[in-house]
């Protein structure tokens, strides 16, 4: 069936350096993409998000990057910190409906 | 402004038991979801209510749940007789309009139930 998932379930980087965590999908409706951070023992947290009339978009050291040809999207993080580790969750919705649908995760590990 | 809040954050309950999970959306925010996580896994919907209404319930078991969201208090999910298979991770989000931009949602702390 349709289905939303990561690439990587965990992903460790040294402080500094630039993530990058991927995400498939393939539900060809999907028009509207959503990357969540959670910490551990907190709920899910907006990153930023990207509709499919879109390629990239930019926020505060995140980008993500939308390929609708293979149906991939990438969550870039520059210059990564100890506190960006938290599992990474990419979210689909489309067909109007308002309701995410939630990838698997990526647990990203931030080394000092 | 105070965050979504949940309650209570933590509990056990015993098969057979009732749970009962507590969401008070933001201030201002009249939509509320609910949403369940198993451990290591993405969170997977289960219904969304407005004050007093059921809009979508598409993603809760047709039996042993049901959710309300009264016109004064916080939203409730209910679980009747509970079993193993129910212990999760609890989350319930809140928005200030429907079908509004995801960055609109907030998420709260959740709740985990732990079935012995």
């Known amino acids: 069936g349709e289905s939303v998932g990561l690439h990587l379930p965990t992903l460790s980087v040294q402080e500094g350096d630039n993530s990058i965590i991927n995400c498939a999908y393939s539900?060809?409706?999907?028009?509207?993409f959503i990357w969540y951070k959670q910490e551990s023992g907190k709920g899910p947290q907006f990153i930023i998000d990207?509709?499919?009339?879109?390629d990239k978009r930019q926020g505060q050291r995140v980008t993500v990057l939308l390929n609708k040809t293979v149906k991939h999207l990438s969550l870039q993080i520059a210059a990564t910190q100890p506190g960006d580790s938290a599992v990474y969750f990419c979210?689909?919705?489309?067909?109007?409906?308002?309701?995410?649908?939630f990838g698997r995760g990526t647990s990203l590990i931030v080394h000092p | 402004n105070a965050g979504v809040m949940q309650n209570p954050r933590h509990l056990v309950r015993r098969r057979g038991q009732e749970a009962r999970l507590r969401c008070s959306p933001m201030?201002?925010?009249?939509?509320v979801y609910w949403y369940r996580q198993l451990p290591e896994e993405g969170l997977k919907f289960m219904v969304y209510?407005?004050?007093?209404?059921?809009?979508?319930e598409s993603g809760m078991p047709k039996e042993r749940f049901s959710a309300e969201f009264p016109k004064e208090g916080p939203s409730i999910l209910r679980i009747q007789q509970v079993v193993r298979g129910d212990s999760a991770a609890y989350f319930c989000?809140?928005?200030?309009?429907?079908?509004?931009?995801?960055?609109?949602?907030?998420f709260g702390p959740g709740t985990r139930l732990t079935v012995l």
């Open positions: 989000a809140s928005s200030p309009r429907a079908g509004g931009a995801h960055n609109e949602q907030f």
């Open positions: 539900n060809s409706a999907s028009d509207y």
């Open positions: 990207i509709r499919s009339n879109m």
């Open positions: 979210a689909e919705a489309g067909g109007g409906s308002y309701i995410p649908t």
């Open positions: 201030k201002g925010h009249s939509h």
């Open positions: 209510l407005q004050k007093e209404n059921i809009i979508d």
